[in-house]
Nanobody, 121 residues
Framework: QVQLVESGGGLVQPGGSLRLSCAAS????????MGWFRQAPGKQRELVAT???????NYADSVKGRFTISRDNAKNTVYLQMNSLEPEDTAVYYC???????????????WGRGTQVTVSA
């Protein structure tokens, strides 16, 4: 069974930093795109950043210059370094993987369970 496991969330003061990690486990050959989305209370889930297996990245305008996404293809792991955090970044952050090729076949997309990030003084 393929699954995504996130870690690294928590409580941080405004201006602080956090690093999220997400590891894809299971019998995986390759993963095309991995990324992070977030959902704040009362709001829709939104894209934060994505990265392809060729390290092409895409960021939401609200996080450009503050967040950095990276990945380790050998470990099927994606990271999100978040700097200069603002209260508006408070949300549940979800890891996503798209176009996975596994021993059991193709998966179009899977989601992690989410990790809470709270930015507050």
């Amino acid at each position: 069974q393929v699954q995504l496991v996130e870690s690294g969330g928590g409580l941080v003061q405004p201006g602080g930093s956090l690093r999220l990690s997400c590891a894809a486990s299971g019998n995986i050959f390759s993963v095309d795109t991995m990324g992070w989305f977030r959902q704040a209370p009362g709001k829709q889930r939104e894209l934060v950043a994505t990265i392809t297996h060729l390290n092409n990245t895409n960021y939401a305008d609200s996080v450009k210059g503050r967040f950095t996404i990276s990945r380790d293809n050998a470990k099927n792991t994606v990271y999100l370094q978040m700097n200069s955090l603002e209260p508006e970044d408070t949300a549940v952050y979800y890891c996503n993987a798209a176009n996975l090729y596994t021993y059991s076949g193709y998966l179009s997309t899977i989601w992690g369970r989410g990790t809470q990030v709270t930015v507050s003084a």
